[in-house]
T-cell receptor, first 114, second 116 residues
Framework: SQQGEEDPQALSIQEGENATMNCSYK?????LQWYRQNSGRGLVHLIL?????REKHSGRLRVTLDTSKKSSSLLITASRAADTASYFC??????????????FGQGTILTVHP | NAGVTQTPKFQVLKTGQSMTLQCAQD?????MYWYRQDPGMGLRLIYY???????DKGEVPNGYNVSRLNKREFSLRLESAAPSQTSVYFC???????????????FGDGTRLSIL
């Protein structure tokens, strides 16, 4: 079963607007990661937030993590047409023999109109 | 600076045929992974390899076998292809050191496999 559930499934905005995507998960994690996938391509790592962190920034990306609610959000500010892609959250389970194994959500399809 | 390379990019098979999907990484990573991506399902882990010589089942291993040939290469084999295995297959790698979980995964561009 999927660990992460993402909301919304699809998001359509105008260039310059902000885009917010949410991810919820079920079990304790070591960290949560966000990936982007352009059409026909593989996933590209965007940002990683550890379980003891609450907020992280990278350029126009801002990620928050609320471990009490088992949820995370990805905010893309001042969106561009080039941000059009699918965005996935992925959770890394703590301990055991996971060796960095990730469980992915179903993704949010973001469309940014010029 | 190739990263993760997958071959072939596209393949059409008939039911019952076999084939091997190849994956190679040039980042000296310890861990490698095979996923399948289906519409509305996200990515599901088929098999992974924490280090050369070890492999473990993921969420959906039935109908697949893997081989970690060396540190660089991790292949996925379909012994008797079925239409339900029509999907896009992604290989990924990460440093994956023991006890270290905060490593991103690096993905290839996928193999698009259709089984008729």
């Amino acid at each position: 079963s999927q660990q992460g559930e993402e909301d919304p499934q699809a998001l359509s905005i105008q260039e310059g607007e902000n885009a917010t995507m949410n991810c919820s998960y079920k079990t304790s994690i070591n960290n949560l990661q966000w990936y982007r996938q352009n059409s026909g391509r593989g996933l590209v790592h965007l940002i990683l937030i550890r379980s003891n962190e609450r907020e992280k920034h990278s350029g126009r990306l801002r990620v928050t993590l609320d471990t009490s609610k088992k949820s995370s959000s990805l905010l893309i500010t001042a969106s561009r047409a080039a941000d059009t892609a699918s965005y996935f959250c992925a959770t890394a389970h703590a301990g055991g023999t996971s060796y960095g194994k990730l469980t992915f959500g179903q993704g949010t399809i973001l469309t940014v109109h010029p | 600076n190739a990263g993760v390379t997958q071959t072939p990019k596209f393949q059409v098979l008939k039911t019952g045929q076999s084939m091997t999907l190849q994956c190679a990484q040039d980042m000296n990573h310890n861990s490698m992974y095979w996923y399948r991506q289906d519409p509305g399902m996200g990515l599901r882990l088929i098999y992974y390899s924490a280090s050369e010589g070890t492999t473990d089942k993921g969420e959906v291993p039935n109908g697949y076998n893997v081989s970690r040939l060396n540190k660089r290469e991790f292949s996925l084999r379909l012994e008797s292809a079925a239409p339900s295995q029509t999907s896009v297959y992604f290989c990924a790698s990460s440093e994956g050191l023991w006890g270290v979980h905060d490593q991103p995964q690096h993905f290839g561009d996928g193999t698009r496999l259709s089984i008729l």
